[in-house]
């Protein structure tokens, strides 16, 4: 969870090792398990703990995510009612699993026993290999079942439950990933935990057993310790998150000065961000220093944001490589499109090779900005590829999108174990073969289409995998496409023209990808989560905001559509609240019976979707659904006595601690996306309370350090408020001329831009909600565009050109000055 609340528990509750402490035995590095993207508690001084591919061992059943599953399963438990794939794939274990929920809580206070919960997801690697080896045993479940209330949570389904015991996890072992594995008293205090557990002691771990069977003791013979270590814990955790950090409702005199303090050190917060940034960069292969490499998307975007305010730092150098680099790396689907988890090492080279959603929504979003900010074909071109990736493979047809798809996939059709990789991965022969087989679709060339495919590639016959990001073998032999040149260097190699060489290229991606189609798929986790789909929400409209791309229409379409499911399926109107998740299964989409509401970043970025698709399609209906959404926000996670939003809501079930995010990781966090949202609705709405609980969302956060490397995702919303917002005001009838008004600008990227359209012609809800804007009329009754800057407006214009050039020095960049 939070840093803070680390470092109150190091100082107020010291973690002992060794039995019957909260870390009662020693558990597995970070190397075991699927991880994380780095510890949340790490600063950038501190290295990273060692992570290595998460793909040995890598064989299970079809049912546990593996390979060919039974005919008639031995056992079925109570996760056979569930929804959620990741549960789903453990309905036939012998363990008597529960979801999480009162049965299972209220058991283990009537039987007086300890909960053992394991929490992962359904494209979990090492998920997959522990149920392969310890759940799917009879004699560990027996042992299970017989001294502990068994519970199975699929972290993406309940993120409240895995982030309050992931930050228990990472405080005893300095690092955290999946499958979670922790024990709790019937209270839901953790007594002990780690990630994966060998079924027997080795590696220098201790095994599942060995585990069980010491806890079993110690809970029949001494579970008054245990049970003070559990509470100490939790106790800790609830001080910190009461502790007040800023300033709330209760003392506007204190939270003025909070604020004004906070105004005063952005400006040294900004070179610190700009600083850091640079000094921890690679400038060989782009991103962070060292292996593992992730895209570490909210950092980029401030980077993007800091340029903008100041491009004499050029920190925009540092954004473009890395995205270059992405691009080119294998982590990068070159054959069809989309983005694997991250790199193992780092050149980008060998990934992880789960998608996921979140990924491919905040991927797109910097690809299409980037684009926005420098005209560079190349990340036009691959946002593209992730909206054709994200069309085909990951929608369902209503218009949601799903979860993420596995990294693991049976090799062929006869295969009874799944590899990691195995979909993505090419021998050089079967490239070869495949080229030659569709020979006629290149036309009349006079190269070697699989010369040129090779060398662009780095394609060769012994494989391209380096043995330390293979360390078990499982890439022998096989060749994971990137790019370590250009078109024009393949060209002058090949001793052709750079235009042959895109078209060999694009015509062999396109038999590559009909002859991986022909290959077993990964798993795909059908679960539509609200809070990724707001994140592909904004990524498409951000899309849909490039003028001159090719498919805008397809784009925004698919927004709308976006929009029309996450109303109709994500969204409880009797009780006026989000979902968490729906689940989709062929047409249709399933709700659970047991409805689990939205958390702090459903809503979030839910509405910074929304308030993105009214940029692109300026659907004022969309814009009143972010605000109404914000007002549900506000009700349901505002903390009035100390300021900032919680995670969960109020009183929900079995929530021992309402948790406070202060980082932004793999996604943003809730708090950081919620102010943007509170100062781009306070704009549009001019309704002031939204504005100040923004400056005090900041100044709860003000401490946080280093800022802009933690909350990059905040600095950003703290320098829109800090330096004021873009207005453009268009007013006259809805036509072409008004639309290219609009277009002259939103065609750029412009942190915290506003854009209002006065239709005269029809009624307009935001006019009667922003009495400000009565005095803006048309021009030579023509539709006239104003731009705005803190209510100091320029020279009414209505030309588009003209408008256009106001912009284009200030937010169009030349990527070759940025070129390493």
Known sequence: MLNSVARALRTSWKVPRGSGSAC??????????????????????????????SCS??????????????????????????????????????????????????????????????VGYSTCHWCHVMERESFEDEKVATLMNKHFINIKVDREENPNVDKLYMLFVVLCNGSGGWPMSVWLTPDLAPVTGGTYFPPNDRWGMPGFTTVLNKLAAK????????????????????????????????????????????????????????????RNYDPVWGGSLGAPKFPEAAKLNLMFHLHVQEPKHKVLGVVLNTLDKIAAGGIHDHVFGGFARYSVDKK??????????????????????????????????????????????????????????????????????????????????EIKETLERGAAKFGDTTVSPIEVYAEHYDIKETGNVEPASDPHGHLLGKNIPIVYGSVRETAEKCGTSPEIVERVLHVANELLHEERERRPRPHLDTKIICAWNGLVLSGLSHLACVQDAQDRTKYLATAAELVKFVRANLYDVQARKLLRSCYGDGEETLASERPIYGFLDDYAFLIRGLIDYYVASLDEHALHWAKELQDIQDELFWDPKNGAYFYSEANSPNVVVRLKEDHDGAEPSGNSVAGHNLLLLHDYFEEERLKERA??????????SPFGYVLPEMMSAALVEEHGKHTLIVVGPESPEATALVDAVRRFYIPGMIIV??????????????????????????????????????????????????????????????EN
Request: net charge neutral; hydrophobic share 30%; aromatic share 12%.
């Open 219 to 278: 809970w029949a013979t001494d579970r008054e310790d245990l049970v003070r270590t559990g509470r100490s814990v939790i106790e800790a955790i609830k001080r910190n998150v009461d502790q007040k950090q800023g300033s709330g409702d209760g003392d506007e005199e204190e939270g003025a000065a909070a604020v004004a303090a906070t105004s005063e050190t952005l400006e040294a917060k900004f070179r610190q961000a700009i600083n850091l940034y640079q």
């Open 695 to 704: 400056k005090k969302l900041f100044a709860y956060f003000s401490e946080s």
């Open 57 to 118: 061992n890598g064989t299970s059943k079809q049912g546990a995510g593996g390979g060919m599953a039974s005919k008639e399963p031995k056992f079925t438990n109570r996760l056979a009612q569930e929804k959620s794939p990741y549960l789903l794939q453990h309905a036939h274990n012998p363990v008597d699993w529960y979801p999480w929920g009162d049965e299972a809580i209220q058991r283990a206070r009537k039987e007086d026993k300890l909960i053992f919960l394991s």
């Open 348 to 429: 980008w080279h060998v990934p992880h090779f789960e998608k996921m959603l979140y990924d491919q929504g905040q991927l797109l979003s910097l690809y299409a900005n980037g684009y926005r900010l420098t005209q560079k074909p190349l990340y036009l071109t691959v946002a593209d590829a992730i909206y054709r990736y994200l069309c085909k493979d990951l929608r369902h047809p209503n218009g949601g999108f799903y979860s993420g798809e596995d990294a693991d996939s049976l090799p062929t059709a006869d295969s009874e174990e799944k590899v990691e990789g195995a979909f993505y991965a090419w021998t050089y022969a």
């Open 757 to 818: 359209q006065l239709k005269i012609d029809k009624p307009a809800h935001i006019e009667r909600r922003r009495k400000s804007l009565d005095n803006f009329k048309m021009v030579k009754n023509m539709p006239t565009a104003y731009v705005c800057h803190n209510r100091v407006c320029h020279l009414p214009v209505t030309e588009p050109e003209r408008l256009a050039e106001e912009f284009q020095p200030r937010y169009t960049f030349d990527y070759l000055e940025y």
């Open 24 to 53: 009662t035995s020693p558990v597995p590095s970070v190397s075991e398990c699927c991880t994380t993207s780095g510890s949340p508690f790490l600063h950038p001084a501190v290295s990273h703990p060692a992570q290595v591919r």
